[in-house]
């Protein structure tokens, strides 16, 4: 049993979830675009519909989606919401820019169709060297990413994955 809620900012690991992205956009004054869902889709026809929805979390007046660089729609965002397109399923990148007021760009974030799963990509996520402050319990987060052979995560891969930590202060990971 899962014991976390589907509106959690965060994933019982403490990675970001999506909501996170949602919250901060109006809980601070930092320019926040964030695009989801990812932009991979193997069997587009699967969707009941042959659209994608895809929503922008954003603090932006105004967000601007385009996809593979042509404009796919421009739309005001209220605040404490988001916008919401119905875009069709084209590999490449999908791409949401955050406006201001005037039309000047504050944020952007992109997501791309990335290729099949190639290697795993390491990401110490913890601290400044990566290593708990405690003297007595250092203890180090790290994110494991499956990545194409361009190194973008693929975000619908589903590789059984284990791992053997060994070591006293000196763990190793192989």
Known sequence: TVNSHYGA??????????????YKAWWTAEPVVHLLPHWNWEHPHEFPAPTVK????????????????NLHGKVAV????????????????????GLSAFGQVVS?????????????????????????SSIHNNVALVAVKVVDVAGHIV?????MISFNVFGGCSATIS
């Open 9 to 22: 900012m965060f994933d019982m690991a403490g990675f970001r979830k999506d909501a996170y992205y949602f």
């Open 54 to 69: 895809v929503w922008v979390y954003t603090n932006a007046p105004q967000v601007a989606l385009y996809l593979n660089g």
């Open 78 to 97: 209220a605040q404490f919401s988001h916008a919401s397109f119905q875009v069709p399923y084209t590999p490449g990148n999908l791409t949401a820019v």
């Open 108 to 132: 952007r974030h992109t997501v791309l169709t990335s290729g099949h799963p190639k290697a795993l990509a390491f990401e110490v996520m913890w601290g400044a060297d990566g290593i708990s």
């Open 155 to 159: 975000p619908t891969a589903t590789n």
